[in-house]
């Protein structure tokens, strides 16, 4: 069964790092790009950024609003998505999700986690 | 940026009825175009993947279509566990756009 959980949300003060992780599980996760999405509270979804697969290079894609203070990575050794969210504004207070997101040759967003929340807050 | 203009915002509704959301992209987006159903405090699960193929699970009621900028999910028979809110999502280009949403209410 395709599982993704997300991990690392955690109430943090503003200009500080938080690093969220995706770990995925039934599939394989290494044949997969993976993305970000974030929803913040009483809004709608908004794309993060995305990681391709190392068959496509590996290369990451950001909303440009973002670009600079987050950074995509993966593990796919232990079949992890990592986000890293540096200098956090009080604007990032959202529940962020992982998804699958590119496989074989389509977009997928077939298999969600479950969302992870921060909270940037002094 | 392609833009992505969902209407409407929102919609009330009684079980039975039909239901029509429709998305418009600033630009043309191919078939890459998916929808979303979200419940309050759940993740976003896939309904619609390009333009009008059906995710598995997903009862044969809930349908998509359109072409190039306009696309419409419709909701036949609306069923009580389809009181939610739906969004569209374009990944024809990067940055990855979502329609702003459609809150489906209990008339």
């Known amino acids: 069964e395709v599982q993704l959980v997300d991990s690392g949300g955690d109430l943090v003060q503003p200009g500080r790092s938080l690093r969220l992780s995706c770990t995925g599980s039934g599939f394989s996760f290494g044949d997969y790009g993976m993305s970000w999405f974030r929803q913040a509270p009483g809004k709608g979804l908004e794309w993060v950024g995305h990681i391709r697969s190392k068959i496509y290079g590996g290369t990451r894609e950001y909303a440009a609003s973002l670009k600079g203070r987050f950074t995509i990575s993966r593990d796919d050794s232990k079949s992890i998505a990592y986000l890293q969210m540096n200098s956090l504004k009080t604007e990032d207070t959202a529940m962020y999700y992982c998804s699958r997101g590119y496989g074989g040759d389509s977009w997928l967003f077939d298999y969600w986690g479950q969302g992870t929340l921060v909270t940037v807050s002094s | 940026d392609i833009q992505m203009t969902q209407s409407p915002s929102s919609l009330s509704a009684s079980v039975g009825d039909r239901v029509t959301i429709t998305c418009r992209a600033s630009q043309g987006i191919r078939d890459n175009l998916g929808w979303f159903q979200q419940k309050p405090g759940k993740a976003p699960k896939r309904l619609i993947y390009?333009?009008?193929s059906l995710q598995s699970g997903v009862p044969s009621r809930f349908s998509g279509s359109g072409s190039g900028t306009e696309f419409t999910l419709t909701v036949s028979n609306l069923q009580p566990e389809d009181f939610a809110t739906y969004y569209c999502?374009?990944?024809?280009?990067?940055?990855?756009?979502f329609g702003g949403g459609t809150k489906v209410e209990l008339k």
């Open positions: 390009a333009v009008f």
């Open positions: 999502l374009q990944y024809d280009r990067y940055p990855l756009t």
